[in-house]
């Protein structure tokens, strides 16, 4: 079997989870790891594979068939891939919602004048919670959609709660509102209000001598973070946010919530659920079964920018359409 | 707009769900029933669409753009579906899982010499709890799966119960173990055997004077249908029956328990679910979704049998793909 070869730019969590998911996928080999770092400084956990600067990239073009891109949404991915996409089919988790559509653009002119496919917005919301509330409104178009995220970190609330004066450390976790899932899960169709859908739980390492209630203050009247949010914080220690805290659990829900029948008499309800231990090694699993995607679309003569809505299923598989019919249909 | 033409092949519980799902489609219109009743005797919801024997479906091929065929499994649709993919693009319900290699080759045959596209096996099971094991077990190699079916009627079971002698009227419940779902959702893997699965639960209504031991013994004991479960017997009346038991719920769970990570040590749950007041009615609005992408690929020159792996979600939506990015991604 030829394998697909997989470069992967930018290491940091997801790549790193990228390079796992590798290993669970036989028909793939990681080639290189591409670093804004210094290489040598860069280790990686596949003995075969080697740590290049980022500036080699385009001397491996005929190297590598998909270059999975790790960078961050706000100001890596809009630079890297339009420029990867000249040299590369690339696959990223672009995740700023509202700049999805000039992201398409860019990228969709970047490759398609170059003769590659770059799948775009991978990864779980963007992407599998958003392919599931694509199909539940086709299914159902007479009905409510309603996302759940949690119990999981969120970085960027991390991050907020890190730059105020006197926290050493943070963590913070979004966790849906039990009773507000249930009710949409019961059909009530409830309108919540962010408070009511969402609570925020913090913990916090203050620093020797800090003004805690200063600090509990200026994260539960942060705009935009916290301020719409019941938010709790608890200051830890170090040790504990070490030992209780390392981890990035994430997951969440996607609800539709529909009506059928002459007289809409019948309440449907579609639910998709992620519970996941790790949240970059889940979004580096969808990543890679979407880079299987885009070396076929490629070998078959697409080109352009695409997003999880344009692939067919069958694409992310390694089994044949027979296979696929006779042990999963 | 130019709407799709719909025909509906067969009006049962089936067929009126999928006339319920039209009205619910804007871009779709429902042309006419094809039975094989006398068409005077059968009434629909539409008022604007009109009855046919099947026997005139071949002079109305310029007038319908897809024919939804919501015949039964067992001895319908392997001979309708290849004879009507002479005339028109189809959409089926298939869900005999043995049987779906061969189906699929006889379908492919003629929906592709005459140049029809045929989309096999839609609904829910198969359908989208296929669409569900696909997907989750392409994002995680490394796991195990999980179906649950119900709360739910079993039509199959139903009809068991009820061509037992004594027996005038029937209905069963398939229920999911909820102690086997939670040790599944807690990412255990448990292996476990059809009994510690589902229990079936039947409501049935005996003939005046009849040895209900007898029947509740024969229940019971019936090979494949009962033998295997843990299956509770409650006699009521006829009232009862149709006071409480009269709908066709249904539902279920689709989970996929997988490991990620360097050293396999993450848990990643994915886990869709159903719950469906009303069976026929949700899997009639699955089959129109696919019924609009049939009319897309036949008109962009595709033919041949395909499955709901082969469709690109993009396509079941009225909305272009931009739309899609912006509202739903």
New interface residues.
């Given amino acids: 079997m030829e394998k697909i070869r997989i470069g992967i730019a930018g290491y940091g969590n997801l790549g790193r ?1 990228v390079e ?2 590798i ?3 036989p028909d793939m080999e990681l080639i290189g790891v591409f670093t804004r770092r210094n290489p040598a400084d860069v280790k990686i ?1 596949t003995s075969n594979a080697n740590v290049y600067s980022m500036a080699e990239a385009d001397k491996m073009t005929d190297k590598i068939d998909v270059m999975i891109v790790c960078g961050g949404s706000a100001t890596d991915l809009p630079v890297q891939v339009p420029e990867l996409a000249k040299n590369f089919n690339t696959i990223d988790s672009f995740d700023t ?1 509202a700049k ?2 000039e992201y ?1 653009a860019a990228v969709d002119k970047s490759a398609s004048s170059n003769g590659h496919v770059s799948i775009i ?1 991978v990864g779980w919301d ?1 992407g ?1 919670f ?6 539940a ?6 009905g409510k959609d309603y996302t759940f995220w949690g119990k999981g970190v969120s970085q960027g609330h991390s991050d907020a709660i890190r730059r105020i004066e006197g926290v050493k450390n943070g963590k913070q976790y979004t966790i849906p509102v039990e009773s507000a899932v249930e009710k949409v ?1 019961n ?1 009530e169709n409830p309108e919540l209000s962010t408070r009511q859908k969402h609570i925020r739980e913090c913990f916090v390492v203050a620093e020797e001598g800090a003004d805690l209630a200063r600090i509990e203050r200026e994260i539960k009247e942060m705009p935009n973070y916290f301020a719409d949010y019941d938010t709790t914080v608890h200051f830890i220690t170090e040790e504990e946010l070490i030992k209780n805290h390392s981890g990035l659990p994430h ?1 969440g829900f996607v609800i539709r919530s529909g009506k ?3 007289s809409m ?14 949240n970059p ?2 979004t ?3 990543l890679v ?1 979407y880079a ?1 995607a885009a070396h076929r679309l490629a070998k078959s003569g697409v080109c352009g920018a695409k ?8 694409m ?3 089994k044949s ?2 296979e ?3 042990e ?2």
Same sequence: chains 1, 2.
């Fill in positions: 989870g796992c998911a290993m669970n996928n956990l919602h999805i559509p398409f917005s963007p599998m958003s392919l599931n509330r694509l199909y409104n086709c299914i159902l178009p007479n899960r059909g997951g059928t029948g002459a008499e019948n309440n449907q309800i579609i639910e998709y659920s992620l519970k996941l231990d790790s090694e889940f580096g699993s969808v079964a299987r997003t999880v809505f344009d692939i067919a299923p069958a992310l598989s390694l359409g027979e696929l019919r006779h999963m249909l």
